[in-house]
């Protein structure tokens, strides 16, 4: 692609540093998880460009997944997930994930959290697409991820653990180890106020580096993510020479609520657990929507489903081109009780879920790739980690099993917290680059609307060569348009991330010449044996991106 992104985000010169063992960028479940297991062994400071809750984890309504019914089996879990990652997945990493789950839920539940109980006083279990067991813990209904965020604030607190909120991570500060390789030193931040302006730039010296900032559902136009996630730590990484692996793999949730023909921006979800219920798809024409798609119907995996919508969403039954409904009236009033953040999203639209059905539509969810690392967070830069949705630990392959993904958080979070508080090398690192002049030029924020639309209307769901061709001519396009006078504040370095990432997944999904997990192309409409295969995208020197894994087809 000819584009010219930059190798540094323009800000203000450092005014302040400090120094900690560790900094955990993000404070979601996978940062917070690992700040706290640090403790009290390390000094640690989480910096987050928001409130603490701001990650897509306080979102999260379905649950987190974990083997605790002895009718289950680590080793079920293992294929489910295995089956969803359709070729990608890291079999030892699922492995880990599964048997370390049910330790994940009960560390929590030490911890404070409150899940939902069946009527008989253990944990209620339900089921999720995918999955051929009951096995997903839920809190408050559908509030599980909100549970978990307020269980981790509080005790991260209690457990000393330094937060800087409303600081913004722009980029890492390197220097050469003792065998002279080049190794994670801390982090140039920037503090915000409340409108997102910058007050201060300083520099966090550390000894180890967590990457925690979540995925980029806000690349697209059409996400259920909030507004924080828009994929800055993987930019970073980039920045700093490390590739992205398997982004074109993006989770298109099959249901989100449709607001109307405008809607923009994080739209509300409407769990895959209201299927998990019982509840059914039609079109708008009235017929069911997966009947015969799938032998698991409406429960289908993720990407079964929001293929199956876009298909019926473009013959546009009935006139409907842009939604289908779910059913779920036959839950009654029950639903309300059951899943009150979706009845009170559902009742700001006028619709009531226990008697009419619900417009639904795909939009992204959850992204699949991210910076290379294994799920103890080891990246391919020392003392650099990645946890969480930022990492790419071959947990999730071509595509994710629903629920497992809080779940890694804790689990990634935990082990990592663990070794760091055992083992963390006193580095001297020399050549440190806090100091070395900035690349820019940053990205205007107005071009944010335009980047997503053309993500959305052509990186979606449904991909075609000549959508992915436009795409990347398109983004070239925007980042090669002037900028002058836009100064560095949250807006414009978000923006500046949001194109790398975008031009990154563009790039991928134009690479790969099948369709695979959640990455669908309508030219190449299956998998195909030679692309069971990694693609990596990094930035080369003068800021453009280029694809390396691609096989000889
Ligand atoms: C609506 C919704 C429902 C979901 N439901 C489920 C579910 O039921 N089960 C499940 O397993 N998964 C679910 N997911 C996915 C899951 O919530 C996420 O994958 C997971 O919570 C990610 O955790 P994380 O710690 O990696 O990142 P996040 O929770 O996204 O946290 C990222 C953190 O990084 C911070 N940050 C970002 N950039 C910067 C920066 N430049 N500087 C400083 N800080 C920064 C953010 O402010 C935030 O604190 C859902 C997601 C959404 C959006």
Not at 16 to 43: K, T, Y
Not at 67 to 73: G, Y
Not at 113 to 138: C, K, N, Q, Y
Not at 342 to 366: E, F, K, L, M, N
Request: some cysteine; overall charge negative.
């Amino acid at each position: 692609m000819s584009i010219a992104l930059p190798s540094k985000l323009a800000a203000p010169a450092a005014t302040w540093a400090r120094e900690v063992d560790v900094v955990v960028l993000g404070s979601g479940a996978s940062g917070l998880a690992a700040a706290l297991a640090m403790r009290p062994d390390r000094s640690v400071l989480v910096v987050t460009k928001d409130v603490l809750a701001a990650g897509s984890t306080a979102w999260a309504q379905g649950g987190l997944a974990a083997v605790l019914d002895p009718a289950d089996s680590v080793e079920d879990h293992v294929r489910d997930t295995l089956e969803a990652g359709a070729g990608l997945c890291d079999e030892e990493a699922v492995r880990t994930l599964a048997t370390e789950a049910p330790m994940a839920i009960r560390r929590l539940i030490e911890l404070g959290a409150m899940f939902d109980p069946d009527g008989t006083g253990d944990m209620a279990l339900t089921r999720e697409g995918g999955h051929s067991h009951r096995r997903i813990v839920h809190a408050g209904g559908d509030q599980s991820g909100a549970e978990v965020q307020r269980t981790l604030d509080t005790a991260a607190v209690a457990a000393g653990v330094e937060i800087l909120e409303h600081a913004f991570a722009l980029d890492l500060v390197t220097g050469r180890n003792g065998v002279g390789r080049r190794q994670a030193a801390g982090v140039r931040v920037a503090l915000l106020d409340e409108h997102g302006a910058t007050t201060s730039v300083g520099v966090v010296h550390a000894r180890a580096v967590v990457l925690a900032t979540g995925g980029y559902g806000q690349v697209f136009a059409s996400t259920s993510n909030p507004p924080a996630v828009t994929g800055d730590g993987l930019a970073l990484a980039m920045r700093a020479g490390l590739a992205a692996r398997d982004v074109e793999f993006v989770q298109f949730h099959p249901s989100v609520l449709w607001v109307g023909p405008d809607s923009r921006g994080q739209q509300a979800l409407v769990s895959e657990a209201v299927r998990g219920e019982g509840a059914l798809l039609f079109d708008g024409l009235g017929r069911r929507v997966m009947e015969g798609v799938h032998p698991l119907e409406d429960l289908a995996p993720r990407d079964v489903v929001a293929a199956a919508i876009s298909r019926r969403m473009a013959e546009a039954p009935g006139g409907i081109g842009d939604h289908v409904f779910l059913d779920a009236t036959h839950l009654g009033e029950e639903f309300y009780e059951r899943f009150p953040s979706i009845t009170a999203s559902c009742r700001a639209i006028g619709i009531d879920p226990a008697r009419d059905r619900i417009p639904v539509a795909p939009a992204a969810h959850y992204v699949c790739g991210g910076i290379p690392a294994d799920l103890d967070g080891v990246t391919e830069m020392p003392g650099l980690y990645a946890i969480g949705e930022v990492a790419c630990t071959g947990v999730h392959g071509a595509n994710r099993l629903a629920s497992n993904s809080v779940t890694e958080g804790v689990v990634a979070g935990t082990r990592l917290g663990t070794a760091l508080a055992a083992d963390l090398a006193e580095v001297v690192v020399s050549g440190s680059d806090a100091g070395r002049s900035f690349d820019g030029p940053l990205r205007n924020p107005a071009q944010r609307v335009e980047m997503r639309s053309v993500m959305s209307s052509h990186v979606g769901v449904a991909r075609t060569p000549r959508g992915l061709d436009a795409a990347v001519r398109q983004l070239g396009v925007l980042a090669s348009t002037s900028s002058i006078g836009v100064t560095g504040s949250r807006a414009s370095w978000e923006a500046t991330n949001m194109l790398t990432v975008a031009a990154a997944v563009a790039t991928a999904a134009q690479t790969r010449t099948e369709s695979r997990g959640c990455h669908r192309r309508d030219d190449q409409p299956t998998p195909r044996d030679a692309w069971l295969t990694h693609l990596d995208v990094r930035l080369t020197i003068d800021g453009a991106v280029a694809v390396t894994g691609i096989p000889h087809v």
